[in-house]
């Protein structure tokens, strides 16, 4: 069972996964060595299953980031997901319920790099394209 301060040291986390057990202690009045304590708990458990990294995508030349949805022809869908892991573009990739099948988020280099990407994709199945313009809300709380 997760406790509040549980939750409250995964909330930290979400904020600063590089964040001291010490300042994660002093902002939930917890001791360093409690908080790393629980810590080791949660991984252990599986509950924190990894720290991640935010890129900048468009300070490395990536000047497009947009949303796919894919609606896969028939019998393509194992293909598919045999293969998703080739294409450097795609960040995230979800299965999903309704008529299409596959959620894409992909950072392209211009409008060309998106043409190629699509021109790749189409051979899974019909592509819904979406330019996203920004982000206006990431969740960094249970």
């Given at each position: 069972?997760?406790?509040?301060?549980?939750?409250?040291?995964?909330?930290?986390?979400?904020?600063?996964?590089?964040?001291?057990?010490?300042?994660?202690?002093?902002?939930?009045?917890?001791?360093?060595?409690?908080?790393?304590?629980?810590?080791?708990?949660?991984?252990?458990?599986?509950?924190?299953?990894?720290?991640?990294?935010?890129?900048?995508?468009?300070?490395?030349?990536?000047?497009?980031?947009?949303?796919?949805?894919?609606?896969?022809?028939?019998?393509?869908i194992k293909?598919?997901?045999?293969?998703?892991?080739?294409?450097?573009?795609?960040?995230?990739?979800?299965?999903?319920?309704?008529?299409?099948?596959?959620?894409?988020?992909?950072?392209?280099?211009?409008?060309?790099?998106?043409?190629q990407f699509?021109?790749?994709?189409?051979?899974y199945g019909?592509?819904?394209?979406?330019?996203?313009?920004?982000?206006?809300?990431?969740?960094?709380?249970?």
């Amino acid at each position: 069972m997760v406790s509040d301060i549980d939750i409250k040291i995964i909330n930290e986390l979400k904020r600063n996964s590089r964040a001291s057990f010490a300042d994660i202690g002093r902002k939930i009045h917890l001791s360093p060595s409690s908080v790393r304590e629980r810590i080791q708990k949660l991984e252990d458990a599986e509950i924190i299953k990894a720290y991640s990294l935010h890129v900048d995508y468009s300070k490395l030349g990536f000047g497009l980031e947009v949303i796919i949805i894919l609606k896969l022809f028939s019998g393509k869908i194992k293909l598919f997901i045999n293969d998703v892991n080739q294409f450097s573009e795609i960040k995230e990739a979800y299965r999903i319920t309704g008529s299409q099948n596959i959620h894409i988020r992909a950072v392209l280099r211009d409008q060309l790099h998106l043409q190629q990407f699509i021109d790749a994709l189409i051979n899974y199945g019909d592509t819904m394209t979406h330019l996203i313009l920004s982000e206006i809300k990431k969740d960094k709380s249970l």
